[in-house]
């Protein structure tokens, strides 16, 4: 069983950045897939950015020249670096985990965190 837990939420103002930090447990995570998700009040969970073990990585058009994901395997933990922050990207961050190539398909994943709230406030 894979232990998956984010942090680094908050309130910020638009324009600004924060970095999500998930910490992955219980398994060699050298080896895991690692993708960030996000829910809006009212709306499903939609892909945000992912990378694979071998560190490729991929992200949603939204995202795209704003958000960096990077991994760190000493540290078992992946980031989410979040810059230019709009209101729309206010949501619930969950990271999760993945022994397959799940990448984008969040039906791949099987290890999910509790999610961090980000507020990005006008």
């Known amino acids: 069983q894979v232990h998956v837990v984010e942090s680094g939420g908050g309130l910020v103002q638009a324009g600004g950045s924060l970095r999500l930090s998930c910490a992955a447990s219980g398994r060699t995570f050298s080896t895991l897939n690692m993708g960030w998700f996000r829910q809006a009040p009212g709306k499903e969970r939609e892909f945000v950015a992912a990378?694979?073990?071998?560190?490729?990585?991929v992200y949603a058009d939204s995202v795209k020249g704003r958000f960096t994901i990077s991994r760190d395997n000493a540290k078992n933990t992946v980031y989410l670096e979040m810059n230019s922050l709009k209101l729309e990207d206010t949501a619930v961050y969950y990271c999760?985990?993945?022994?397959?190539?799940?990448?984008?398909?969040?039906?791949?994943?099987?290890?999910w965190g509790q999610g961090t709230q980000v507020t990005v406030s006008s």
């Open positions: 999760a985990a993945s022994i397959t190539q799940a990448m984008r398909l969040m039906q791949g994943y099987q290890h």
């Open positions: 990378i694979s073990w071998r560190g490729g990585t």
